[in-house]
């Protein structure tokens, strides 16, 4: 089963603290921002996807861009990213993909819903992004510590020559 996520990126970064007060000081940082971390979301869930701007206060309306493998759409004039989300539950519902949206606006929440897609809260999703941002962490620490494991047991002491020795080449 494929999994896709629609996010109202507008809803997410009025909703979530750390975009809401990076938007007061530069909105632009605050979109970037946002994709990063759904870039995060899809490289370690296998979701695909797609954060969806309203029109306003965006150059090349009605544009759809690809940053860190995920789909950035800007709505057309005229066109709310709830519209454009709705279009696009419709175009991709197939029988082998789940369709999720995340969203807190309650209206597109009900709408969403009757379309046979699944909804998430804005804080729902935070606290999965959250969650994944410590999934990745340990992930790292995990590597690390194969990366440094070998057969032989070596004394710390041993270990840090070697180390200095590796970082003078």
């Known amino acids: 089963m494929k999994d896709i996520l629609l996010v109202d990126g507008y809803n997410m970064i009025g909703a979530w603290p750390e975009l809401r007060d990076m938007k007061e000081k530069d909105f632009e940082l605050a979109r970037d921002r946002l994709v990063e971390m759904m870039a995060e979301y899809q490289a370690f869930t296998g979701f695909k996807v797609y954060v969806i701007f309203d029109a306003h206060m965006v150059e090349g309306i009605g544009k759809t861009y690809h940053n860190f493998r995920v789909d950035v759409i800007y709505t057309r004039k005229n066109e709310t990213a709830d519209e454009r989300i709705e279009k696009l539950v419709h175009q991709l519902k197939r029988i082998?993909?789940?369709?999720?949206?995340?969203?807190?606006?309650?209206?597109?929440q009900s709408l969403i819903f009757g379309s046979g897609a699944l909804r998430k809260s804005a804080r729902e999703l935070l606290i999965e992004i959250e969650s994944t941002e410590k999934g990745i962490d340990k992930e790292v620490q995990n590597t690390r510590k194969q990366q440094r494991s070998t057969n032989l047991q070596l004394k710390d002491e041993i270990l840090e020559i070697f180390e200095k020795w590796r970082r003078e080449r």
Do not use: M, Y
């Open 96 to 108: 082998d993909t789940r369709i999720h949206v995340a969203t807190s606006d309650f209206t597109e």
